[in-house]
């Protein structure tokens, strides 16, 4: 399968367009997520200065040394919020494959100023809604990560409404399940590789991702991303600059009956003599309210058809994942 067919789609005539516009981009997003479970957007509505103003920040987080950096490491020694540093996370074995850690390091955030309400506070909520990290030493990262942050929910809920059209839902059934929701912001760096890497050892081991879909700002450069094609080998994933990549994760698949694929993906390492091999990738992982029942959407079971997964809540599969990426991870 050839990199062109991780498809490309415009999806700003959604809400500007009519009947006709709206069907046919639910009909394109429908058939990507059932084909690769990857799709890149463009018209998206996210500014592209912030882009790269966002690009920049972390960055310029990424450049301070060392031990500047580990002053943001998560006490807890989980990716949710903070400082993750490199050789700290093992993603392939949420499938349990044993492998070396991950090439590479992180900075997570999560939401920001919740409502003092009790749903904020249960015991199961913790992992959910934890105190950010907010690293020193980078001028205009707070302001830029508030900013950056809002704009993808903007952008998920333009999603959620294209997802529900493509089920055949109303929009709220998805919509209502994120209005609390418990979305992460990771930016990724993998460095230069020096040293080289371990044998095995790749930028990101082979996954799939925890919650309904992620959305990924990602950097041009040698040692990319990689999707699983369905008849097996590798894709290469690279969209063009200014577009989001999205990609189906694991909880939609359990909504869709396996309808979308929550499709495995890794991180490759670079050629040995490529130049300028750094790479850095911005994630938003969207996950939905912690406590949303997550079931086989009916208009996902054919006559006669069972659910193929039993349903589950959307903290206890991330529980469940997150504890085997880290060690001694509380989560």
């Known amino acids: 399968m050839a990199v062109s067919e991780i498809p490309l789609i415009d999806i700003s005539g959604f809400e500007s367009g009519g009947e006709a516009a709206r069907g046919r981009i639910a009909g394109e997003v429908a058939r990507a997520v059932e084909g690769i479970g990857f799709l890149s957007v463009t018209g998206h509505g996210v500014d592209a200065s912030l882009m790269a103003r966002i690009a920049d920040r972390f960055a310029a987080f990424f450049d301070l040394p060392e031990a500047e950096k580990r002053r943001a490491a998560n006490p807890a020694r989980n990716i949710n919020r903070g400082y993750v540093p490199l050789g700290d996370e093992f993603v392939a074995s949420s499938h349990d494959d044993d492998a070396p850690p991950d090439y590479r390091e992180a900075l997570a955030f999560g939401r920001f100023d919740l409502p003092d309400d009790p749903y904020y506070r249960r015991p199961e909520a913790a992992y959910a809604y934890e105190p950010n990290i907010w690293p020193e030493g980078v001028d205009g ?191």
Not at 244 to 265: A, E, K, Q
Request: some cysteine; glycine content about 10%.
């Open 141 to 331: 990262l707070g302001e830029t990560v508030r900013e950056y942050y809002a704009a993808l929910e903007g952008l998920n809920r333009r999603l959620l409404r294209i997802f529900a059209a493509a089920l055949g839902v109303d929009a709220d059934y998805l919509l209502g399940r994120f209005g609390r929701h418990a979305s992460v912001l990771r930016a990724i760096n993998y460095p230069k590789q020096d040293p080289p890497p371990a044998p095995g050892q790749l930028r990101c081991g082979a996954h799939s991702d925890f919650g309904t879909h992620t959305l990924l700002q990602i950097d041009d450069a040698p040692g990319g991303l990689q999707a699983r094609a369905r008849g097996g080998g590798w894709i290469d994933v690279s969209p063009p600059p200014g577009s989001f990549t999205v990609n189906i994760g694991d909880l939609m698949m359990v909504w869709t009956n396996d309808r979308w694929l929550s499709n495995l993906h890794r991180v490759v390492n670079p050629p040995a003599a490529a130049g300028g091999t750094r790479r850095q990738s911005i994630a938003f992982f969207v996950q939905p309210d912690y406590d949303a029942r997550i079931e086989c959407i009916p208009t996902c079971l054919a006559p006669g058809e069972t659910p193929r997964h039993a349903p589950v809540t959307a903290w206890q599969h991330r529980h469940a994942k997150l504890s085997k990426t880290a060690p001694e991870a509380n989560v």
